[in-house]
């Protein structure tokens, strides 16, 4: 068995359910250690939701720095009778590693670290820093886990220059899309106000579902951006409409709806919040609105970082990998506040979050080889 898919095992037998790390951590921990890593445990979190996140760093010669950055929290495993094996047992059936977390993310993980174990054995004092940023609150709130540590690092003064995200980012072949940037997401719980009552007398009320209509329609048919090379236009869409009591002799006084902005870096939050208000306030609604940014935005262009990551992929599988910013959310968007260079790259990932998730096994140690083909790229750059 290869080291590589050793450790992946070792990571997915860990019961690790937001926020629980299980051990994960501590293994990993011991590995880099051995390594010369400084390793620190930067916990956050209330007493029932309690987070783990590991820092470790081993200083380069240069100054400059490599993160490799993932999660060891998986979701929940969904009804355990749907799956054909636990998910907490990795299992192999036609070439595949089952288990949750196998593609989103521990087996990135293990092939960061492995990868990094190559490295030094070859360039035993290497020009480039190498850091671990580890969390155990990716899929939950996300309140406590990468952001609180890059929080940590920027009080500290601390410099990344580039970042690798473990994300499952490839589409039918290991290596044939890299995620060099993210959409913004930007939550809108609009509750628009109308006058109750009976369905017969419509002249004594206001209903609260009609005045929301026009409004919405005219927002779902704004042009807000047209993208750019990297981005698709931000786009408008209306999650859930709630409104009525259920009766249907009842004009009702509320509409409440619920609606997301996945938006290009061309456009900023604020500009859409004004935007939208502009368009309420023009149909003179009543209304109250209440606003989350879920993240902002962040784009890699093409340097050092994704011309390393392109070239050990070409290396590695002759592939020409696409550059893409689709998908939803990542830590890359935490991250990309302290570090100007941040890019996902991982398996395949069309099991993520699946009963049966799997990766398959020929991929793994591939995998292995461009984190550290790319290592390689960047100590000589």
Not at 208 to 229: C, M, V
Not at 289 to 313: D, E, H, K, R, Y
């Amino acid at each position: 068995m290869s080291r590589t898919l050793f450790l992946a095992e070792q990571l997915i037998a860990q019961r690790s359910v937001t926020p629980e790390d299980g051990q994960c951590q501590p293994i990993l921990a011991a590995r880099l250690q051995a390594l010369g890593f400084t390793c620190e445990t930067i916990a956050g979190g209330p007493t029932d939701f309690r987070v783990t996140n590991l820092w470790a760093k081993r200083p380069g010669r240069s100054g400059r720095t490599l993160v490799f950055a993932g999660h060891t929290d998986v979701v929940p495993t969904g009804p355990l009778e749907q799956w054909t094996s636990d998910p907490f047992v990795p299992s192999h059936r036609d070439g595949n590693l089952y288990g949750r977390g196998a593609a989103d993310m521990k087996t990135s993980i293990a092939a960061f670290v492995v990868a990094v174990e190559e490295f030094l054995a070859s360039h035993p004092n290497p020009d480039l820093g190498i850091g671990f940023l580890i969390t155990s609150d990716e899929e939950g709130p996300a309140n406590d886990g990468t952001v609180l540590v890059c929080q940590q690092l920027e009080q500290r003064g601390e410099t990344l220059d580039y970042c690798i995200v473990g994300e499952p980012t490839c589409v039918e072949r290991l290596g044939d899309m890299i995620k060099n940037g993210r959409r913004g997401s930007l939550t809108g719980k609009l509750t628009v106000k109308g006058v109750q009552a009976h369905i017969a007398y419509p002249q004594l009320g206001r209903n609260a579902i009609h005045l929301a209509l026009p409004a919405l329609d005219e927002l779902a048919r704004t042009e807000w951006d047209r993208g750019n090379d990297f981005f698709p236009p931000t786009s408008f869409q209306v999650s859930n409409f709630h409104g009525g009591t259920g009766a249907g002799n009842i004009i009702p006084s509320r509409a409440v709806i619920d609606f997301n902005f996945r938006f290009a870096s061309v456009t900023t939050a604020e500009q859409l919040q004004q935007r939208v208000h502009q368009v309420l306030d023009r149909h003179g609604l009543d209304y109250e609105l209440a606003w989350t940014v879920g993240g902002q935005p962040f784009l890699t262009t093409p340097g050092a970082l994704v011309n390393a990551v392109q070239a050990a992929i070409r290396d590695e599988t002759g592939i020409e990998t696409e550059l893409s910013t689709t998908g939803g959310t990542s830590d890359g968007r935490f991250i990309s506040r302290i570090c100007p260079q941040v890019i996902e790259f991982g398996p395949i990932n069309a099991t993520i979050h699946k009963i049966d998730e799997h990766v398959r096994v020929a991929d793994i140690d591939p995998l292995k080889n461009i984190y550290r083909r790319t290592l390689e790229h960047l100590d000589r750059a």
